[in-house]
């Protein structure tokens, strides 16, 4: 499958998640994904508003993290940040699902996370994705989120932070892909720097990316055309 530059382009969630990030950075990197016709910014949900101010006319949604990057924030606090992000403009959310519940084998309460979150970003047309951080799941856990969100119906369900020890693989993202098909989307993230690994994703089934590596991806891409 060849992309034209504008359709590879809108693959990117450009992030800035940096917990050092400035306002003054936030601005630069929100002009660079307008400049590239990036997909997203993904950004840290306390610059939501000025995220969209800056943003302003330009073809770039604002994607803001909710429970990030741990996701062991209670389902209520997780809800009063997304309720926060949509009332500041955020048009997606990735949130970071509760990891210790799912490890303790406590579904019913993933479920009732997921839900919740989904819900909000529903109401509002929003998209939601939700991160599973991979690098500390099984398998078999993976599959049962997978499961989870055949019923709750996110629009999207991402690999990683990026802050784990490790990051996305392609063998994630085919056993995402392969849980719930056509369903559900598959978000690729963390450690993605390069236009060999991003491409394998995306024949993995990814069909969105997230990283700060977006515009040398983007400029390589050039390249091939």
Do not use: W
Not at 53 to 79: H, N, Q, R, W
Not at 147 to 163: E, H, M, R, W, Y
Not at 167 to 178: F, I, P, Q, R, W
């Amino acid at each position: 499958m060849i992309l034209t530059q504008k359709d590879f382009n809108k693959l990117f969630d450009h992030t800035l998640l940096k917990p050092f990030a400035t306002l003054e950075m936030f601005k630069k990197e929100c002009m660079i994904a307008a400049q590239y016709g990036f997909c997203t910014i993904a950004i840290n949900s306390g610059v939501t508003k000025e995220c969209v101010e800056i943003l302003k006319g330009y073809d770039v949604k604002v994607d803001s993290a909710v429970g990030f990057p741990l996701g062991c924030m209670t389902i209520a606090a997780k809800a009063a940040e997304t309720k926060l992000c949509l009332a500041d403009g955020a048009d997606e959310i990735d949130y970071v699902l509760n990891i210790g519940k799912l490890k303790e084998g406590n579904l019913a309460y993933i479920k009732e996370e997921m839900k919740t979150i989904v819900g909000l970003c529903r109401d509002k047309g929003v998209t939601s994705k939700v991160i599973f951080e991979n690098c500390y799941l099984t398998d078999d856990e993976k599959r049962a989120v997978c499961d989870i969100a055949l019923d709750v119906l996110p629009d999207f369900i991402k690999t990683s932070t990026g802050f784990g020890p490790t990051s996305a693989t392609v063998e994630d993202v085919k056993l995402m892909k392969a849980c719930v098909g056509d369903k559900i989307k598959v978000k690729a993230a963390g450690g993605i720097r390069d236009l060999e690994t991003c491409l394998a994703m995306v024949n993995a089934g990814a069909e969105r990316i997230g990283c700060s590596a977006s515009v040398a991806i983007a400029e390589a891409y050039a390249k091939t055309l």
